[in-house]
DNA sequence: TAGCCGTGCCGAAAGGTTTCGTCAAAGAAG
DNA sequence: CTTCTTTGACGAAACCTTTCGGCACGGCTA
């Protein structure tokens, strides 16, 4: 007749099976010897008072909460921001999230607070920190405060091995090759000049590129508040040149669009006239007329990588160098070379439909 | 000379500050009376000592763990599937974690767990569901623990009131009524035949106004595992029609694409010869050619109205019925009318830039 | 002067779980 | 028949914070 019966404990099963907490606790925690007999009485228990573990009092006891946190980057409030890629920026706390379940944890997503000091407050394990800014300040609290961290791509300050990345010297040169191999003889490149390792790793390396194959490099910088806008107008500029560029790498999200709008603009085709790459896939990539080669970042296994060695550094090992995932070229046709028939390299549609 | 402090308790602030816990308690709680000297003392103990608060101690001794859960939607493994639009669930969790935040709680992302029974493990206070199934099982369950959650969008078989939805209805007389007014004489709606309220609700609200307008509904129905191509294949039959639509209403994200796609291959264009709208806005519709006119589900308010709406149910209150957020309709030159000149009525960009 | 009240602070218990040390019983070895 | 070991189980402390009741003290009223 009890009006809401309080929220069993561990004792409430203690008693219904006829034994101690502690052999409770053995038992769901699969810890220490219990009679097997003892065990089943026990479990029937469980599920007969309904009895689910608090997390809090495990985590009072043990002094891990159990959860990781992920610090998503700012700007994230809008939608329709164009410089926002939200699909890398799901799939990241996707599988993020998949990844610290797998691990017995869970994830917190926490919006980057205005006073980085809060951080420390989320009291958790560890911090995942996409997009570090240069010389980020939060990484500066959390070391100081004691708490693990790690980031998604590479702080350019920073020189612990506690970050993961992509290689984007690869992928560059990976891009670069591509496109010569189908028949580019002069590969500009469009990218915006802002402290962040993806663009400095790329710019350094198509210059590399450049300086091998005894060309002049050809560089557009745009701007990333309105990459599409200002890689349409640096795209313009390099169609004027006396001997303007037959194939265009476009590094920012958005920019591969701009530099399409540019060259159609000027009365050539894509991929007759000039070739076109992005440097970050996504369904803008996808989904232009004609579909745009492009880079995919691996978003799913920066995140799985990221949460495997946040771990790591939580169970107190010692820094082994980042972690670098390798990226995929996703081709398609708008680098259909004159030289080579197109192969497309899709990868499989994945199993789970979904609406909308 | 210790190796490494212990992270200090509300006793170490207590002891350096010449004061019990219950005062250090009573300072960082703002409760209580406590002279203001005191107060003052036990403040700079605080941040001497570099106490920070232990969340599951709280917790345990509240009974309250101050956590909200998401449980995503699933099929977001992938990326590049089309039938995500990463934007509209980005921003949903963006924005309930900028909410829970405000509230003084914590947002736990939570991929939808094989058995969802497993859901009330988690033990938190609350669940948001985004895009509940039919009869969605994990609603039973979290019911049967006892656990507060709600829903964004309805469950079409519930009838509790703790969800939040958009007002379809309303805005799909909207766009209708927009159509028409900019000249439309035969409106065609292209959707999915799906348990969604999303879907029910529209494709009612276009047969009433074709009723009330004396006009013959026309509609097509694709697959929402591949739902570009089969709304091009819809839009396709449409076309080949002795009496063909002057416009289209296209639902699902990434069906409007699959219609231009097949109206542009017909020779017609957009929106010279059929105007074109779609039911959920994105980068995919701002950044087409043209771009489309489409409806803002409003994914910011949806996850504030959750919030809101799942703290009073934890609090005990009693549902008021569902929290119904308006619509706004973007519109764009897909329907820049015969009748009447293209006002652009584009949202302010938002202030945060970010790269990519 | 006696009684009362308000202020400022404290002691101790409680909240649910894990763990350490202990213990009884039963079997094995001498 | 001892003594030792193994097995299975238990009691109680500890983790950190909040809260309830209470206490001492100074000032006020009657």
Redesign the pocket.
Known sequence: MSTRR??P???DVATQAG?????V??V??S?????PA?RERVLTAVSEVG?R??RS??A????QTGVFAMCLPVGHVGVGDWLVNAEYDMALVAACAAATVDSERQLLVAPRPKDVTDLVRLDVDGVIIADPREGDQALTVLNNAGVPAVTIDRDVQRTDGWWVETDNEGSTMQVLDHLAERGARRIALVTADAPWAWFEDTSAAYERWCAGHGVKPLVRLIDVERPRATAAAGVRGLLRLKNPPDAIFAIPYGTPLGALDAIVESGRSVPGDVLLAGGMDGQLMQGSSPPITAVDLRPLEMARAAVDLLARRVNGEQAAGPVVVETALRIRASTAGRETPLTSREPATRPAGRRR
């Open positions: 309080a929220r404990t561990i004792r034994v101690s907490m502690t052999t606790s053995a769901v925690n810890k220490g010897r219990v009679d003892t009895w573990p608090r009092a495990r009072l006891r043990s002094g």
